[in-house]
């Protein structure tokens, strides 16, 4: 084994995307908010940055977000104080609105349009099991079973869903591969040349087939539309469920069920009639019951709230255009309405496991599949940005959901590495709104992440640095901790360990066990613990470059520790890993080096 020489590295020059393991760079900040934390700085400068675009003294690049009435807050499960670290723009619109309010705070009432389809898959977690999420939807709706049963012999793939292989796990990670729309939400040319008369008064060429040379058919048969884009369906307003199903049937796929991610509203309109179905409840009660009640979101609803909030309503645009629509059957997948500061208490939750258990909760965070970038990936429904840090090179998750519907957009962020993440509200009728939205978050999350991280690295520095000795008298063992100053393996840098008077890095140091670079990182945080083990992680000796496949293979071992972590054991404890003792204030008391078994005290 190599001796120990010297941990004075030279800093590598800048490779591609690095991984060691998948998890968090430091341990989750606690300080967002005092007058000390790097976020709490980060996001005061925002706001007067804000401020200035939107009242006039500057015209900056926010400027673009005057005409976007909005409400953008943070939350952390380390810090309860950061649901205060909130923003709120009324836009001209907004302060002129002839409806609802004319000033935004954090219990505006928005709707959240798609945001929505991150409560009915919660709600599904919470009342479903594990079988249900797996039974095919012919086994629940009976109008898919007659589909089915129609076209054992006949079943050509290209144009027949095959309802027998798609579950409801399936239509929540939008891996059906079924039709976007559902009936009579669908913009289909025929159904909008039949409609336009009906609900315009008008017959246009716009809406016309022949004006596109589609050929013409026989729009009172069956099987050229859904039930519920028929006059008699549509214009009795909301569809029934059998009606629904019955139209969604014949629906041709977009995809085979679980080869390729495809967006479906649709999925989620059949995915709330099947929890509604399988609890044998409406699913307003499904909501109310299993995540507004038990979390006190006193301000959401899953139907057109009361008259009575209309006074703290943002309304764009005219009621019945739009914050007053009901969406009858699509409510799960784009019918909730909130606030700010109920989506503080709905994120916390769900970063909290308050309503499911940890483990249910960890297993529901993460993908189920690439898309065809390498920065996005799809979850059941998280639509997961992957943040490569600019200086690093380094990763992080950022799971959401989007919201984006009529006058209305929304984004749920969560950050699980840093147990933090951030909510965005938006109204607007102008056609900007939508790109707006995404520009906010971008705006935003490209204050709050580098602050995070910034001040994340700062708590290890102060918390876990320093020295720790052993307490037994007369028993010489010791560890000195020091922050990496390696960039791109950032961490806790060993400079000293001894163990019972052996000298145990420079045995070590350089060995599998303990490579050169290798730096200490949390690995098991225990949820509401006061423990935490870090364990030592390397940077890629050869990180796989950006489209340059040559060492692709190549440098397995060196990218990615998955396929290393707890080799080396001694008496069956992992060598290489360290648990921290943390007190209440989040001070760090002490440190055991596992396989050695022997408490450490910070001195
Ligand atoms: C504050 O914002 C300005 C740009 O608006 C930026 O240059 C500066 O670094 C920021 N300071 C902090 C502490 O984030
Ligand atoms: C702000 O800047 C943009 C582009 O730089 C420009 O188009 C716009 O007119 C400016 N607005 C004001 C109020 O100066
Ligand atoms: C304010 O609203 C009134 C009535 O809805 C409308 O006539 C007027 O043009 C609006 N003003 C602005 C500045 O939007
Ligand atoms: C669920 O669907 C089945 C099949 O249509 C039906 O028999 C059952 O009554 C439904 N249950 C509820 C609670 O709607
Ligand atoms: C529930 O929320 C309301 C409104 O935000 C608040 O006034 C009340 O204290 C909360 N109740 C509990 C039990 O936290
Ligand atoms: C709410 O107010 C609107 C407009 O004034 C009215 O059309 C509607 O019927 C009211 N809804 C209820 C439930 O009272
Ligand atoms: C320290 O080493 C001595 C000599 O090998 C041994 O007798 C003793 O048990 C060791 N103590 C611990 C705590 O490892
Ligand atoms: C502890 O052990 C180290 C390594 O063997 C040695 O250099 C040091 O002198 C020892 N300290 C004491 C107080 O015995
Ligand atoms: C999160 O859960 C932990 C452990 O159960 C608890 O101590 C803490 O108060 C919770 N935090 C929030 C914000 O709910």
Not at 471 to 499: D, R, Y
């Amino acid at each position: 084994m190599r001796p120990y020489t010297s941990l004075l590295l030279t800093t590598l020059s800048l490779p591609g995307a690095l991984s060691n393991f998948l998890g968090p760079i430091y341990p989750a900040p606690r300080d967002l908010t005092s007058s000390n934390s790097l976020v709490a700085a980060a996001w005061k400068n925002l706001t007067i940055s804000l401020d200035r675009s939107l009242h006039g003294q500057s015209n900056s690049t926010l400027s673009e977000f005057n005409d976007l009435t909005f409400s953008v807050g943070l939350f952390s499960t380390r810090d309860s104080k950061a649901e205060k670290l909130q923003y709120h723009h009324a836009a001209p619109e907004t302060r002129n609105a002839s409806f609802g309010t004319q000033t935004v705070d954090g219990d505006s009432i928005y709707r959240v349009a798609s945001v929505s389809k991150l409560f009915t898959v919660l709600a599904g977690l919470i009342e479903l099991d594990l079988e249900e999420w797996e039974r095919p939807l012919s086994e629940i709706f009976p109008e898919f079973a007659h589909f089915v049963r129609e076209k054992s012999n006949t079943l050509d793939p290209i144009y027949d869903t095959q309802w027998n292989a798609i579950t409801p796990f399936a239509l929540a990670s939008q891996m059906g591969g079924i039709s976007q729309y559902g009936a009579p939400w669908t913009p289909d040319y025929l159904a909008l040349y039949v409609l336009e008369p009906l609900i315009l008064g008008t017959s246009s060429p716009e809406y016309n087939p022949a004006t596109y040379g589609f050929p013409p058919v026989d729009p009172s048969d069956p099987a050229n539309h859904a039930p519920c884009t028929t006059p008699e369906g549509f214009v009795g307003g909301i569809c029934d469920p059998e009606s629904y199903a019955e139209g969604a049937s014949t629906n041709p796929p977009i995809a085979l069920p679980w080869t390729s991610p495809v967006y479906s509203n649709n999925g989620f309109t059949l995915l709330g009639m099947a929890i509604a179905n399988l609890t044998g409840k409406t699913l307003d009660d499904v909501y109310q019951e299993s995540i507004f009640d038990p979390l006190n979101m006193t301000s959401s609803y899953s139907v057109v709230p009361p008259n009575s909030t209309l006074p703290r309503s943002v309304v764009a645009g005219e009621p019945q255009a739009n914050f007053a629509i009901d969406n009858g059957l699509s409510k799960s997948s784009g019918g909730i309405f909130s606030t700010l500061n109920d989506l503080a208490k709905f994120s916390t939750a769900i970063l909290n496991s308050t309503l499911l258990d940890t483990h249910t909760t960890h297993r529901w965070m993460k993908p189920v599949t690439h898309t065809s970038d390498l920065h996005y990936a799809i979850g059941a429904p998280w639509e997961i940005y992957r943040y490569e840090h600019p200086e690093t090179g380094l990763v992080t998750d950022i799971y959401t959901k989007l919201g984006d519907s009529g006058s209305y957009g929304a984004m749920t962020l969560f950050i699980p590495d840093f147990d933090a993440g951030l909510n965005l509200i938006t109204a607007s009728t102008q056609a900007t709104r939508s790109q707006q939205t995404l520009d906010l978050v971008q705006a935003v999350i490209g204050v709050f992440l580098p602050a995070l991280t910034k001040q994340a690295a700062r708590e290890l520095e102060q918390k876990y640095t320093g020295t720790y000795v052993s307490a037994t008298p007369g028993l010489n063992s010791s560890l000195t901790l020091t922050p990496s100053k390696i960039p791109t393996s950032p961490g806790l840098s060993i400079t000293s360990w001894i163990q019972n008077s052996t000298d145990v890095l420079s045995i070590f140091y350089g060995s599998p066990i303990f490579p050169t670079k290798a730096t200490l990182r949390p690995l098991i945080t225990p949820h509401g613990s006061n423990q935490i083990a870090f364990r030592l992680a390397t940077t890629p000796a050869d990180p796989v470059l950006p489209r340059d496949p040559s060492n692709l293979f190549s440098a397995f071992y060196d990218a990615d520790q998955f396929a290393q972590l707890g080799q080396y054991t001694y008496a069956n404890l992992y060598i290489g890993e360290f648990v921290f003792e943390i007190q209440e204030d989040g001070r760090v008391s002490g440190v055991t080096p596992a396989a050695w078994v022997g408490r450490l005290e910070k001195v």
